[in-house]
């Protein structure tokens, strides 16, 4: 049974960082591409980033308000954790981050519960 499990989410000032973690399980994720999307109140979920796990190729949103920059992916292959270092962080990420998981793209094969990161100014 796949299990996508997020921790890391919280409270922070504008401006501070923090890091989501995404512990997989169930299955070989080697040839997958793991991601995060995120879904704010009000809002559609949408992708933030994502990594293919054997290459670690990375892929980012490229929206107005561009993660790319300020939030980075990574995996640890020892550890099967996939991370999202997230920096300069303001208002408008305050969401629920999804840790997702596919064979092809995007990776919306299988979902974890979700963690609240919520931003105050």
């Known amino acids: 049974q796949v299990q996508l499990v997020e921790s890391g989410g919280g409270l922070v000032q504008a401006g501070g960082s923090l890091r989501l973690s995404c512990a997989a399980s169930g299955r070989t994720f080697s040839s997958y591409f793991m991601g995060w999307f995120r879904q704010a109140p009000g809002k559609e979920r949408e992708f933030v980033a994502a990594?293919?796990?054997?290459?670690?190729?990375?892929?980012?949103?490229d929206y107005a308000d561009s993660v790319k920059g300020r939030f980075t992916i990574s995996r640890d292959n020892a550890k099967n954790t996939v991370y999202l270092q997230m920096n300069r962080l303001n208002s408008e990420d305050t969401a629920v981050y999804y840790c997702?998981?596919?064979?092809?793209?995007?990776?919306?094969?299988?979902w974890g519960q979700g963690t609240q990161v919520t931003v105050s100014s």
């Open positions: 997702a998981a596919g064979g092809s793209w995007p990776p919306t094969e299988y």
């Open positions: 990594i293919r796990w054997s290459s670690g190729i990375t892929y980012y949103a």
